[in-house]
């Protein structure tokens, strides 16, 4: 992540997409899904924060894959404070598109179930207007009244 090169981008960009792969809080999650030592996760989640601020002045989707060890009710709720002016959310269930992902953790097929993605979603109506889920139950859009 790069928050100065998102400033300078600012007057030339309708917005930006950033991917979550973990609370924010969760260096050992962040070190496990990105391969970063722990200094270089604690760096990365500092320049993400500051990221996601500048991102938060546009148009911002913020794109979570929902990995069931990494992303579920209890860690939702650990994400929210820190996506909750994001314009939309992108729940993407894992292995739903077997060209995209790779087998991780054992998971090899769509994880997890397309139920569980849903109750995801509505958790998240909470604090951002829109969210969009993707898997295999097709693509569906939740938004606020």
Known sequence: MK????????????GFVIEIKAPLDDIPAIMELTGLS??????????????LDIAKQKWLRVWIR???EFINTGTIARILPDIEEASEVMLYQFMSNPDFDLPFKGHDTPTPQWDE???????LLEKVQKVRLVGDGGK??????
Do not use: H, Q, T, W
């Not at 928050?3 to 309708?14: E, G």
């Not at 849903?118 to 958790?123: S, T």
């Not at 569906?140 to 009244?145: P, R, S, T, V």
């Open 117 to 123: 993605v849903r109750k995801l979603g509505e958790m």
């Open 38 to 51: 722990e200094e270089r996760s604690v760096k990365y989640v500092s320049l993400l924060r500051e990221s």
């Open 3 to 14: 928050p100065d090169v998102l400033k300078k981008a600012l007057p030339f960009v309708k």
């Open 66 to 68: 929902v990995i069931p």
């Open 140 to 145: 569906l859009l939740l938004e606020k009244n």
